[in-house]
T-cell receptor, first 112, second 110 residues
Framework: NAGVTQTPKFQVLKTGQSMTLQCAQDMNHEYMSWYRQDPGMGLRLIHYSVGAGITDQGEVPNGYNVSRSTTEDFPLRLLSAAPSQTSVYFC???????????FGAGTRLSVL | EDQVTQSPEALRLQEGESSSLNCSYTVSGLRGLFWYRQDPGKGPEFLFTLYSAGEEKEKERLKATLTKKESFLHITAPKPEDSATYLCAVRGDNFNKFYFGSGTKLNVKP
């Protein structure tokens, strides 16, 4: 059972570089979301999707883009990385309306 | 604005020493208060959902309770394996948005 898979696990970027954080789930979940976790600030919602082709902004969407072309995948794009985007990023998925979100193991990103 | 505040930030207990973690919240139209456990280097793992004041849920040594303004996670006779960060989250009028607190880091010493 793969569950929610995030790649890469670690990444170091230079300011201004772009990259895509990958998230895939094999549970046929409609709802997927991205969070960032910073010390003392908890998890903050970046973007979410309720199904293929449908995305919406969360609490802290600036500097991040998402798209959802399939049920399984929900990539997060940083177009021009900034040091303020140094964080641990978590992807989660669930059945639509479900209480239970399943989280990936996270991607630790450092922007120098 | 929907908001969650957890206290204390960190808690150190001796094995067997019971205690409680607090989660205070403000939300427009509560549609669920959630407790998660997070181990170092891992993603959060779901524990409980509570919907209305007076509701209680139990799992092994953990019991979650809910009032109109806060939730408590009671830990009875904890063991070292209960050491983790416990996160609280709420969902309000926007059913698709979850708001998390910053967590309580629990350390249980043998």
């Amino acid at each position: 059972n793969a569950g929610v898979t995030q790649t890469p696990k670690f990444q170091v970027l230079k300011t201004g570089q772009s990259m895509t954080l990958q998230c895939a789930q094999d549970m046929n979940h409609e709802y997927m979301s991205w969070y960032r976790q910073d010390p003392g600030m908890g998890l903050r919602l970046i973007h979410y999707s309720v199904g293929a082709g449908i995305t919406d902004q969360g609490e802290v969407p600036n500097g991040y883009n998402v798209s959802r072309s399939t049920t399984e995948d929900f990539p997060l794009r940083l177009l021009s990385a900034a040091p303020s985007q140094t964080s641990v990023y978590f992807c989660a998925s669930s059945y639509s309306g479900s209480d239970i979100q399943y989280f990936g193991a996270g991607t630790r990103l450092s922007v120098l | 604005e929907d908001q969650v505040t957890q206290s204390p930030e960190a808690l150190r207990l001796q094995e067997g020493e019971s205690s409680s973690l607090n989660c205070s919240y403000t939300v427009s139209g509560l549609r669920g208060l959630f407790w998660y456990r997070q181990d170092p280097g891992k993603g959060p793992e779901f524990l409980f959902t509570l919907y209305s004041a007076g509701e209680e849920k139990e799992k092994e040594r953990l019991k979650a309770t809910l009032t109109k303004k806060e939730s408590f996670l009671h830990i009875t006779a904890p063991k070292p394996e209960d050491s983790a960060t416990y996160l609280c989250a709420v969902r309000g009028d926007n059913f698709n948005k979850f708001y998390f607190g910053s967590g309580t880091k629990l350390n249980v010493k043998p």
